[in-house]
């Protein structure tokens, strides 16, 4: 169906952007300068502001708030935006902030990702495709989240922390350093505990690439050299391994965080990234 819908109750401001098929729910308030997709659902009680544009395809439960000011002392009210991508499912009283007008200046979500009860997306972050956020998961400002990434059920990430694609925190995880990808950080202040195999298998690696993913985990994490300059030795080790290359060019990257690594009685057997 092509027709749009806006229930009686609801507020659509004048110079809000509508697609065919759109639905918006009892009392959602979208602004002026909202963008919406075509076939979005807004169920009820949804808020979407001026700021904000929503990809075609996602459904928004009811409470969730787009597009508000980011929680940052130093913005000044200066015109930033919240770029949601298609196909997203955004459930109840989830929050996303717009950029910072003091950063980068707008906050991205990609496509096809799901954002369960109460998650919160800070301003200025970036956000890739297929990505889960479980129940009262929370990023902090200027936090990049990989493909394919899945943050467990009450996981707090810390301002300007990586986590790379196809990792998994753990549930209420207090991740306060860059997670590399497939990475799977565990523990209340969490710590590398392994590698995400069962993301790996899913994502269609073959199991020899799982291998050298593993095996450059233990040569980068061995506590003989800092990790960036192990790097270097990893890929001397694996040169023709697009997994390890992809796995060095996160950790070569110049970022404002350490790395989450893993427990000092793990790393001297990789850790517990057990395989069967």
Same mark, same amino acid.
């Given at each position: 169906?092509?027709?749009?819908f806006i229930?009686p ?6 110079? &809000?952007?509508?697609?065919? +098929?759109?639905?918006?729910g009892p *009392? =959602?308030? $979208?602004?002026?300068g @909202?963008?919406? /997709? ?27 708030i787009?597009?508000c ?7 000044k ?7 949601v ?28 990702c ?19 956020f ?14 394919? &990434?899945i943050l467990g059920? +009450?996981?707090?990430?810390?301002? *300007? =922390?990586? $986590?790379?694609?196809? @990792?998994?925190? /753990? ?16 523990g209340?202040h ?34 003989t ?17 697009p ?13 404002k ?6 427990p ?13």
């Amino acid at each position: 169906m092509n027709e749009t819908f806006i229930h009686p109750t609801a507020l659509v401001e004048k110079g &809000a952007e509508l697609g065919l +098929g759109v639905s918006v729910g009892p *009392f =959602c308030h $979208v602004e002026a300068g @909202a963008v919406i /997709g075509d076939n979005v659902k807004l169920m009820s009680h949804v808020v979407v502001t001026d700021a904000t544009t929503l990809g075609a395809g996602s459904k928004v439960y009811p409470h969730a708030i787009l597009g508000c000011d980011p929680q940052n002392a130093k913005h000044k009210g200066g015109p930033t935006t919240l770029n949601v991508g298609r196909n997203c499912t955004i459930r109840e009283g989830v929050t996303m902030h717009r950029g910072s007008d003091s950063s980068r200046g707008y906050t991205s979500v990609g496509d096809n990702c799901s954002f369960l009860a109460y998650a919160h997306v800070a301003h200025d972050s970036d956000v890739g495709n297929h990505v889960t956020f479980s129940n009262n998961v929370m990023i902090g400002g200027h936090c990049v989240i990989g493909d394919y &990434a899945i943050l467990g059920g +009450g996981a707090g990430i810390h301002q *300007f =922390c990586r $986590v790379g694609h196809h @990792a998994f925190v /753990g549930g209420l995880a207090a991740l306060v350093h860059d997670l590399i990808p497939y990475g799977m950080a565990i523990g209340v202040h969490a710590h590398l505990g392994g590698l995400n195999i069962v993301g790996m298998k899913r994502s269609g690696m073959t199991r020899p690439e799982i291998h050298n993913v593993r095996r450059a985990t233990r040569m980068l994490f061995d506590r003989t050299k800092p990790v960036r300059e192990r790097a270097d030795d990893v890929l001397q080790a694996m040169p023709d391994s697009p997994a390890v290359a992809d796995l060095i060019s996160f950790i070569t990257v110049d970022t404002k965080r350490a790395y989450c690594t893993p427990p000092i009685h793990a790393a001297s057997h990789g850790g517990s990234d057990d395989e069967n």
